[in-house]
């Protein structure tokens, strides 16, 4: 297959490259710097993957049609990874690359007339909170988003206006697409390997400096995981698969409630984890006082995703096993994870 890829370069673009090569396919990464495809490729091969079967493509999701000047014309499947993601966020920085960059990405799957795998996210699934924001997903025209994205902050905002937005102009088209909606994303399951930036990253960077005095929220809390090698393999496969669920939700449900993920990450660390409890209204007033959020390295929007809601992975575990994707275990991901951040 021929397969273009935005986002190949970050952390889970690195580990879907390095699969998707491995398994013999074609891919085009969209570079913005399209000279740095040989670090890229050697980077791709030191996961296990195919640096010659990688080639770049010079083009841009802030700009008009991803700036492109010659546009692949044959292509099987487009991964849509790429996004601008940072708390605090100025709107119209987050709309130009995660709704219009997204659109974009659309229009060129469908000139291409490959199938279109758009990476969103696993809260487009909580019915309640997108309820609370006021989204109807069926009539994205129809939300007032400047004040979603004054409650969510811009990311959050713009992934969400992203995806509905290219649903309804896909299903205008006839164009053939995919979601796939990844949860927060853990550590490989075998290496542990996790990127700094990355929120699941940033969690533990606090527990391990003694910053985490509280578990945000209540035991009933939960921040859905996913490994990163087990959502590479799920989006390989929603490019490869005949049938696939028009949405794939990629978490581990068997992902312990917030109070086990901390305790697992202290264990693994050689820390106590803490016992007590802090209402997630409160932390998200505190971090709005000037400094806290610094010195605490933890962003109010970060905490929206810590809910109650839970949500099965019965489909995706069965969409995995009908296509050959191994699932790890979420608790070795998490012991893996604390044991490479302890030997940084």
Not at 22 to 35: F, G, W
Not at 92 to 119: F, Y
Not at 310 to 326: K, L, M, P
Request: charged share 20%; proline share 6%; glycine share 8%.
């Amino acid at each position: 297959m021929n397969i273009l890829v935005t986002g190949a370069t970050g952390f889970i673009g690195r580990y879907l490259v390095a699969q998707l090569t491995a398994r013999q396919h074609q891919v085009i990464a969209l570079m913005r710097r399209s000279e740095g495809i040989d670090d890229f490729r050697r980077q791709i091969e030191g996961l296990g993957g195919n640096g010659q079967s990688l080639s770049a493509l010079q083009g841009d999701l802030d700009q008009p049609d991803l700036a492109l000047e010659h546009a692949p014309e044959s292509l099987d499947a487009v991964v849509h990874l790429g996004a601008r993601f940072a708390w605090k966020l100025p709107t119209e920085a987050a709309r130009q690359t995660n709704v219009d960059g997204a659109l974009a990405v659309a229009r060129l799957a469908h000139k291409a007339g490959a199938r279109l795998v758009m990476i969103s996210g696993f809260m487009l699934e909580n019915a309640a909170h997108l309820q609370s924001l006021g989204i109807d997903p069926e009539h994205p025209e129809t939300v007032d988003w400047p004040a979603v994205y004054r409650q969510t902050g811009a990311y959050e905002a713009s992934k969400l206006e992203g995806a509905l937005r290219v649903r309804q102009w896909a299903d205008s088209m006839g164009l053939d697409w995919i979601e796939v909606q990844p949860a927060t994303v853990s550590g490989h399951s075998q290496t542990g390997a996790l990127e700094s930036a990355q929120p699941l990253y940033q969690l533990m960077d606090n527990l391990a400096h003694g910053r985490l005095t509280m578990i945000p929220g209540t035991s009933a809390h939960q921040l859905p995981l996913v490994p990163v090698d087990l959502l590479a393999g799920l989006i390989v496969a929603a490019c490869e698969a005949q049938t696939v669920p028009r949405r794939l939700l990629a978490l581990d449900a068997e992902t312990p409630n917030l109070d086990g993920v901390i305790g697992q990450l202290a264990n693994g660390l050689g820390r106590k984890p803490p016992r007590r409890h802090m209402p997630i209204r409160v932390l998200q007033g505190l971090l709005r006082i000037p400094g806290v959020s610094a010195l605490m390295k933890t962003a109010p929007e970060s905490l929206q995703f810590i809910q109650t809601r839970t949500f099965s992975s019965d489909q995706t575990r069965e969409f995995a096993r009908s296509n050959g994707v191994e699932w790890p275990s979420i608790m070795q991901s998490l012991r893996q994870t604390a044991q490479a951040y302890r030997h940084l």
